[in-house]
Every structure is written in C-alpha cells, then in structure tokens.
C-alpha cells in the first residue's frame, strides 16, 4: 500500500511520523533500563507531594516525599542580647583582627541551637549495662540469640540493617589465633569507628576514642589465649552514619595480627558479626536549624515468573508530568503510569496489562524513619505513620488500591492484588504542620480529604484534570530548537554525547525540565522549592536540603519571570512573609536595628538568625536579595497592586534594617556593610562588595516604587543620600572586579561563588550601558575565576556569560552543567543537578541562563538575542516574559531573528534593540505587535 504512493507523499508522511517522534523525545526523559540509583530515579511532584520513580519490573520502588516533614519544632533561635557585641566585632575588623573577631561572633553573635540531651548522663548509663542482661563484654557472655551483621560498613550501619538508627550497639566476634602467636602483641586495626568505642579482648578494655581517627589498639599477649577469643566492641553513635566503618577502600581489611606483621598474614575480621541494639535514644545533637525529611517508601512485589523481560521502557512526559513504564513478559504488554495530582492532592499509579487477569503484586509502605509503623484501615487502606527524631512532625500517609476484576486482600499490613485486570493506587500523605509556628494539625486530614475527594472518579477523569491543571503553567512557554541526531536517543545516552554533539534540542528540553520541575516542586500554597526541590530519601541530607540563601534558593527561582511561571513565586513570596516576621526579631537582637534581616540559611521553620560558623554564617543580605524577587515580579507584571500590598511594604522593612545598619568606614567615609562575608569565601569582614550592591539595588528599588506609589517622601530622601554614600564597585590592581572593599583579590582563587558578579546577575548594578569599564572588570573576574565548579555555580556562569554578550562562553557551560556526574559536576541520569551530591539550583540556574541568552530586558529595553551561540542557530521560542509587562515570541534562522511577536500586557513605551537596531513604539494594553527580522511591521 506505502509503495504505491506517490513519493512526495509518503515523505510527507514519514516526515510527519518522524517529526512526531521526534517532538516527543524533546519532551521526555526516557530509558531503557529500571533505575538503579535514586539520580536514576524519575520525579513526580505535586507542589506537596513528591515521588521518585524506579520503575522495576519484578519489583517498583516509589520513595515519596511530604514537603513539611522536617526535624526541628517552632522555637526561638536569636540569642538575644547579642547585639552587645556588635560593636566590639566591627572594632576588631576595622582594626584588621579578623580570626579574633570571628572568635568573638563564634561565641556571642551565632543562633540559639535545639537543645541538647547530656551527653555525660547518658554514656555513664550505657556503660553501666542500661537495658542489658549480663555484660556482653565477657568472653563467656552467651550471644547465641543475637542477629549478625556485616562488618564493616563505611556508609554506616544505616546501609547493612540498621537505617536511622542513632544510638550505642554491641558487636560480638571470635578469632582463633595460632599456636606462633603465642607470646607476642597483637595489632586490632579496625580503622574508623562511628562516633565513639569501647573495645574489648576476653573480656579486658583494651581501647576507647571518641572521634573518626583510625583505630590500630594493640593488644597485649598476655591478654591473648590459645584457640578461641572475644572481641566486643560497644559502639556509641550520635548523629548520621554509624558502626564499624573500617577503610573506605574496601580492599583493605580489618583484622588482628602480630605486631610487626601485616593484616595480609593475618586474621580478616571482614565478616558476619553478632549485634544487639542496647539503647537508640542518645541525647540529641544540637542543630541551628531544621533538615527536611523523607517520608516513606511504596514498593510493590510483582508476583510473577522469572521470565525475560522485553521492550523495556520507562519515562517522564514533562509536557503531562505523567511517568510510565511498559515492558512484555510473556507474552503480557504491561504499562503503569504515575503522576502526582494537585487537584486530587496524591500520587496515582495505574497498572494495566494487554491481557486480562495478568495483575497480581503486593503493595507495601515503609519508612527509614525509626519510629515509624503500619496498619491496616479499614475499606482496603493500609497507613504509615512516622514520627521524625528530634522534632515535633509526625506524618500518616494512606495506601488504597481499586482493582478491575481479581481480588485484593489486606495480608499482614500489605495489599495483596491477584490476578486483576487493571489497577490504580491512591497514595496521600500529610503531616501535623500548619505554619512555622503552628504544629497543632492533625497528619489523618489531609489523607482523609484526599481518598474521599477522590471516591466515585475514573481514572480517566483524574489524570485528564490533573494534566489540565498541570498544563495550565506547563503550556504558557514552548521552546523548539530544531531537529538533532540524537533525539532519538534514550536520555541518559543523549546526555553522555551532548557535550560533543550538535543537539540543541537536548537544551531546549532542559529549560523545560527546569519548568517541570519548578511546577513540580511549587505551586501556590505550598512550601517553597528547598536544596533539592521536593526529592529527598536522606535522614541526614547533605546540608539539611534547607533553604540556603546566599544563592542557592534565589537560584531556585530565577526562572519563574522570563520563563513564565509567575504564580509559581507564591511560594517564595509567602516564605519572605515569615521571614520579615522573624527577621524583624533577628534585627532587633543582634544589630539592634528595625527592619528584617535573613542570613545566610533558613528553614520550614523560618529560621533567620547566625548559623554554623561566624566566617560565613554571619552575612546580612538575605532579606535584601529575597527583596530583589518582590520587585522584579513588579517589574515583569507592572501589578500594581501587588506592589502596594504585598512587595513595597516587606521592601521597606528591609530597607529599613540597613539604614539603622550600615556604618561609615572610618578609612574611605563610605558607607559599608560590617560584619558580613562575601560569601563563603575569605572570612568575617567589613564591606564585602555583594552586599553593597544587593543593598544599593534594593534601596534603588524602594526609591522607585515609593515614587510610582506616591509615598514615603523622606524616605525616599534619606535613601537617595544612602545610595550616594554607598561603597561603589571598585576595580583592582588586576583589571578585577574587587569582591572587597580593599584589593586583595587572589586571582588563582577558583573559588565556587562569584559574589561581586551579582550586580551583573541577577542584578544590574553593572550594565554595559551604565559602565562599560565595569563591566570589562567584572568580566575580569569570571576570566580568573574560570569555568570549573559545582553544579550551580557553573548555571550561574551561564547567566553571566550571557549578560556579558558571549554566547557561545554560555554555551560551553551549559554543556558542562549537561554533562554526566562521574562524581563531578554536571548532571545525573534524571537530569537532576549535580553539585555534587544533587542539588536542584543548577537546574533551574541553568534554564534561565539560556533564556537569558535569547532576551534580556534589565537595560530598560528589550534586548533580543543578546548571546545567541553558534550552537543554537534556529529556533521558536514562546511565551518568553520581559520587564515592562512584555510576552514574546520569536523566531530565528540561521542565527538571525527572523520574526518577533510582542504582546503588551499592561501598555506603555515598547523600546526593542536587535543588534544595532533600535525602536521605540507606545502599546496598547493587551495589543499585540508583529514584527519582522528589522523590526519593522509585518
Ligand atoms: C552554599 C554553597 C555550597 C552549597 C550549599 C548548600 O553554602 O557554598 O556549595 O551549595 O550552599
């Protein structure tokens, strides 16, 4: 039949197939292999509910998320007081005595920790035998009851059996050591140990260390006997990983030798040892601020042959955000698909099979949390309830299956589905939060509201309104880059050629993955995206997977103007509402100022006080950049109402904490942020040049918005004098941008911040326009410090290069931030950022800094293709947002803008620059303007 077309037509046709194919490929994630690892895993997230997919086939793991289930309660951290010391530490700094200011901070100036269990109290009774029957200690001590264990575990007790356990554990083996043994001392190498041992030969003491050093004890002959021995070691462990952690190189063995001899020659103690748990409730470790938790984890056992598995797929549609798995097994066509529901607020899983009665699995839920259980419900629900350790969240998350034809049967806390033709899992989850204050709710509502809402629908009808809703953000911004060899490639093999291949399409999918992950992660009325979105499976994730705030969760919400995404700000908005509130104390006790301030990181629980360490816990300007989002939503939305209500009065608070703040520095008379730190690199100091920017920026914008507000005259007065008097940018003796107020740039540092840049991006302090010298500087800078760093650090290099107009520098850093992690930076197999470990900034780092390099509109005009790389010389880009309440689209051939669409949402002056063309027009509110290639009417 195909033959006898005529030709034109069938390459119409198998054009249109292709291309159909190919679109696809640009909107999904797909593989040909289950995930292995959890940055294999494919995510699902609801705003509130988040789930990673496997995709096994004998086996699927679904490890699930609820944003608000964090360690921490709502309690006070600002020391009060500490403003006291203020004075003294801005003295020691003026005077150059940076190490005994930041002794002084570390002392008086940090947050107030959760409080702490004694230590003391607790070992004294743990060495005294608390919960135990006999001495375990003793050779002749009777262990024939205890489980084993593998030893050792450098990742922790935590991966051999004993997940989150904290806490002091006893470890029993035996050797038999050699008649030539006899007489001499013994060497027990048992390198690192987790935190703290007491350990044992027959019975005798014969070493305890209380930190990670290696352990080589030696063990005096005479302690040794013919034949058998006991080793026992009691293992104290108080915080993350623990045990018997031996060498990481996992070739080295503990053991038992003679002295002068090498394990080689003698006994391996790599083996299966006897364990007892005595006592896991240590006293607990003081924390400046919450971490966020997993929930729990929904595995499903299929119950089937062990036969081939052919056509394996699985895959992430980031235009439906609905996963699916298909594969055949004898003979079956299997397919589950999963999505995250915002109407129906849960996870659904709907398995189907090309043959009926071919469905049967047992679904069960589990959780790394200690104090966890499950039970049976009645009507078909199984319900998980966890408790987080130290900290007042308990969560219930409920399981419910409905089947087509076969049985379902509750067996011992699990679904057990036979034989069925088709099924959909409902899985819902909630906590006892209500605000960061507030922790009276009741963890069942939620799961409650959600089954019943969801009682009586098809599953048709839930997936079409959940891909209505999700569209209803997704559809507002497309982006086409053209056609590509590899977009026929499974993702993770178009990934590994990326960075030498021609697929720009590949990079047209990672601006829309940044979308589909920030829509998965925020929607309005939920929690804001923290380090890692809203994917977590980690009890100790790496840095609390909080909110860090002197990039990392601004980064996180860069794409949300120019791509698109306004409402998906609510979030970060309602956050910077808690944030003023608590800011406002933390102004009050430590600067004795008005206003907020926020540094360096926060939490669930609104945390703004001093962390960590006073070299980098102590900076001042989160409540001023996090201001920078209210003003650029204005910006970009001209809403002036939002203005007025919402951002100008949290603007002004802000404002208001650095005029009580700032200090004239006695050496240039200007006014100068002190203490501070530019972050994270170089310690405590006086006037690091960031936070003169951030805070000339936001004293720029107040100034602006009290004028188109009409309000605050001498406000607005006293702030224009401030700007003048501010620190300005100053270029060194290099042709650098300083990043302090004294030249001292090291321009080997490689550092992974770029803090003096921030006024190129995000903000626009320092424009080609305004100072094209300082631009050059700040330019300078980026040169020395180089292109190599972590995941977002290089998205944010990406931002830079293209307000630096080089696209194709642009370019070569997002095909580093679109490289496999070997343990680097770059990207893991889902896409997901690698710093590493995964942290979810560069995502979306990396999907406004190729918008930015299409348009730009912070020179007060819109810059069209300002960057564009050689590398992306096509392309159809629409719905893209620009300052002054702009929409565009905008096609371009060949590198050469070939037509632009401009819709004025709320009219005005229109001022367009392409190349070295420039226009201006007035608009009409809601007209839109066709114009071609030279910026003429079409
Ligand atoms: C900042 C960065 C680190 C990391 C952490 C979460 O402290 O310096 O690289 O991203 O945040």
Not at 276 to 305: M, W
Not at 368 to 377: C, E, G
Not at 694 to 707: D, G, M, Q, V, Y
Not at 910 to 935: A, H, P, Q, S, W
């Amino acid at each position: 039949m195909r033959f006898k077309l005529l030709l034109s037509t069938s390459f119409l046709i198998l054009t249109a197939h292709f291309g159909s194919y190919a679109q696809e490929n640009n909107h999904t994630l797909w593989y040909t292999k289950a995930a292995e690892k959890w940055t294999d895993a494919l995510p699902i997230g609801n705003g509130r509910l988040g789930a990673m997919i496997f995709a096994g086939t004998a086996a699927d793991h679904i490890q699930f998320n609820e944003e608000t289930v964090w360690t921490g309660k709502p309690r006070d951290y600002n020391r009060k007081g500490a403003y006291q010391y203020l004075p003294e530490i801005r003295k020691l700094l003026f005077e150059g005595k940076q190490a005994a200011a930041e002794a002084l901070a570390q002392e008086h100036f940090m947050g107030l920790q959760s409080t702490s269990g004694d230590r003391k109290v607790w070992v004294n009774e743990i060495k005294a035998g608390k919960g135990l029957k006999g001495n375990p200690a003793l050779a002749n001590f009777e262990d024939k009851l205890w489980k084993t264990i593998k030893v050792p575990a450098y990742e922790g007790w935590e991966t051999v059996g004993l997940a989150n356990l904290d806490g002091a554990v006893w470890f029993r083996t035996t050797f038999d050591a050699p008649e030539n043994w006899a007489g001499k001392d013994l060497v027990l190498d048992l390198n690192r140990i987790r935190d703290q041992d007491f350990t044992y030969i027959n019975g005798q003491l014969i070493g305890n260390t209380d930190n990670t050093e290696p352990r080589k004890y030696t063990v005096p002959a005479r302690l040794i006997k013919k034949g058998k021995n006991v080793i026992a070691i009691q293992v104290l462990n108080y915080f993350d990983k623990g045990g018997l952690a031996g060498y990481k190189d996992t070739t080295k063995k503990i053991g038992i030798y003679p002295v002068g001899e090498s394990i080689e020659r003698g006994i391996s103690l790599v083996k299966d040892w006897k364990y007892k748990i005595q006592d896991e409730n240590p006293p607990a470790v003081p924390q400046y601020q919450g971490s966020y938790q997993p929930f729990g984890d929904l595995n499903l056992y299929f119950k089937q042959t062990k036969s081939l598995v052919t056509n394996y797929k699985r895959s992430l549609d980031i235009s439906t955000a609905v996963a699916k798995t298909t594969y055949t097994l004898n003979g079956v066509n299997y397919q589950r698909e999963y999505f995250a529901s915002q109407p129906n607020q849960a996870v659904i899983i709907h398995l189907t099979a090309d043959k009926k009665a071919s469905i049967s699995f047992d679904a069960e839920l589990s959780s790394a949390h200690r104090k966890s259980s499950v039970k049976t419900l009645a009507n078909n629900v199984i319900a998980l309830s966890i408790q987080v350790k130290d900290g007042a969240i308990k969560g219930e998350s409920r399981l419910t299956a409905l089947i087509k034809n076969g049985s379902v049967k509750m067996i011992n806390g699990k679904i057990s589905i036979n034989q069925a033709d088709e099924v959909t899992l409902y899985l819902a989850a909630g906590t006892n939060f209500i605000n960061a204050q507030d922790v009276s709710g009741n963890p069942s509502t939620a799961n409650i509201k959600a089954l019943n809402g969801l009682k009586g629908k098809t599953y048709t009808e839930i997936k079409q309104k959940h891909i209505k809703e999700y569209q209803s953000y997704y559809n507002t911004f497309s982006v086409d880059f053209g056609r590509s060899d590899n977009e026929n490639l499974p993702t993770d093999e178009r990934l590994a050629k990326f960075a030498t291949a021609n697929d720009p399409a590949f990079a047209a999918l990672y601006m829309q993955y940044g979308r589909y992950l920030l829509i998965s992660s925020s929607r309005p009325g939920t929690q804001p995206a923290n380090l890692q979105g809203i994917w977590n499976d980690l009890l100790t994730p790496p840095w609390g997977s909080k909110y860090t705030t002197n990039i990392n969760l601004e980064m996180n919400y860069w794409p949300t103007e120019i791509l698109n995404l306004s409402a998906l700000n609510e979030p970060l908005f309602n956050k910077i509402k808690g944030l003023a509130k608590n800011g406002a104390e933390t102004a009050k006790a430590y600067y004795n100022a008005r206003g907020w301030v926020l540094h360096h990181n926060t939490d669930l629980w609104n945390g703004t006080a001093p962390i960590n360490a006073s070299n980098h816990g102590i900076w001042v300007s989160g409540g001023a950049w996090l201001s920078e989002h209210l003003w650029e939503h204005y910006q970009f939305s001209k809403d002036l109402k939002f203005l007025e209500s919402e951002a100008y009065p949290l603007m002004k608070q802000a404002a208001l904490f650095y005029e009580d703040f700032l200090v004239k520095d006695p050496k240039t008379g200007w006014l100068i942020s002190t203490p501070s730190n530019s972050p994270e690199n170089g310690g405590l100091v006086a006037g690091p040049t960031m936070d003169h920017q951030i805070i000339r920026s936001l004293f720029r914008n107040c100034i602006a918005a009290a004028e188109t507000l009409n309000v605050d005259a001498e406000f607005r007065k006293s702030l224009t004098e401030k700007v003048k008097q501010l620190a300005p940018n100053q270029i060194g003796k290099y042709g650098q941008l300083q990043e302090w107020l004294t030249d001292v740039d090291d321009t080997a540092s490689k550092h992974r911040h770029v803090s003096h840049l921030w006024g190129v991006y995000p903000g626009n302090d320092i424009t080609w326009d305004s100072n094209e010298k300082m631009m050059q500087a700040a330019k300078q800078s980026l040169l020395y410090r180089g292109d190599d760093a972590t995941g977002w650090s290089l998205a944010w290099k990406i931002n830079f290069w293209a307000r630096f107009k080089d696209g194709d520098h642009a370019m070569k850093l997002v095909k580093m931030l679109m490289k496999p992690a070997n343990n680097g930076a770059g990207s893991y197999v889902n896409l997901f950022d690698a710093h590493p470990p995964f942290q979810i900034d560069g995502n979306f780092g990396g999907a406004a800094g190729i918008a930015e390099m299409i348009v730009q509109s912070h020179q007060g005009y819109l810059d069209i293709l300002p960057a564009l790389p050689a590398a992306i010389p096509n392309g159809e880009i629409k719905g893209l947002q620009a300052r002054g309440g702009f929409e565009l689209d905008l096609t371009w051939n060949k590198g050469v803008l070939t037509s632009l669409t401009i819709k004025s949402k709320t009219g005005g002056p229109c001022k367009i620059r392409y190349k070295n063309n420039n226009v201006t027009f007035e608009t009409k509110v809601g007209e839109t303007y066709n114009l071609n290639g030279d910026l003429k009417a079409r």
